[in-house]
């Protein structure tokens, strides 16, 4: 009779025991699935923000485009002297022309570029999202790719920016929250100036 009790009390602590230990198994796999763990923090500024450095135009001179407006510049400033005898304008002319020259020849600076909830800023110049009236990103297997920028003011020429390698898809979601997206059609003085290299 006692041994058939000792064998119950040790049933019932083999019990106990293995129940413990079931319990605090299923205590660490739900500590360690707990749905509360919280993910890793990202800093929203990150994704609030864009920037890279690159050069200010990818316009290259075109060599003919460049000596004809050249030798337009040049007849100008003959007949003004011809026709007016007009020194002032005479000499405006011909330094156009070597203006023009000079110009195609030299290299386009780089700089900073920063698109932030700001605006867009190129160096220390801030455009802000108030003058700026749409954006359009011109992504083209074989042209330049750039970001341009159309203002308020419709006497102010368009602003282009390279992007470089930034991804075109990121950028155009980070835009559409401040400016509407409109297709930009270059204007004549535009097109004259990726002619020329200005």
Not at 42 to 68: C, H
């Amino acid at each position: 009779m006692e041994n058939t009790l000792d064998l119950k009390k040790q049933s019932n602590t083999v019990k106990d025991s293995e129940d413990s230990s079931e319990i605090k198994i299923t205590k660490k796999v739900s500590e360690d699935n707990d749905p509360e763990e919280k993910p890793a923090k990202i800093d929203p500024l990150a994704l609030q923000q864009i920037s890279w450095r690159g050069p200010t135009s990818l316009n290259k001179a075109d060599e003919k485009w460049v000596y004809s407006t050249m030798a337009v510049m040049y007849v100008l400033a003959i007949l003004s002297w011809v026709i007016y005898e007009s020194i002032i304008t005479t000499v405006m002319f011909a330094l156009l022309g070597i203006l023009i020259w000079a110009h195609s020849r030299k290299e386009h600076p780089e700089a900073n570029f920063n698109v932030h909830p700001a605006g867009i800023s190129v160096d220390n110049n801030l455009h802000s999202f108030e003058d700026i009236k749409s954006f359009w990103i011109d992504y083209k297997p074989e042209a330049p790719k750039e970001l341009s920028v159309q203002f308020n003011k419709w006497h102010t020429n368009y602003l282009k920016i390279p992007i470089e390698n930034q991804n075109p898809l990121r950028l155009r979601t980070l835009l559409l929250q401040y400016v509407p997206e409109e297709k930009h059609e270059d204007t004549i003085v535009e097109l004259v100036q990726q002619k020329l290299g200005l």
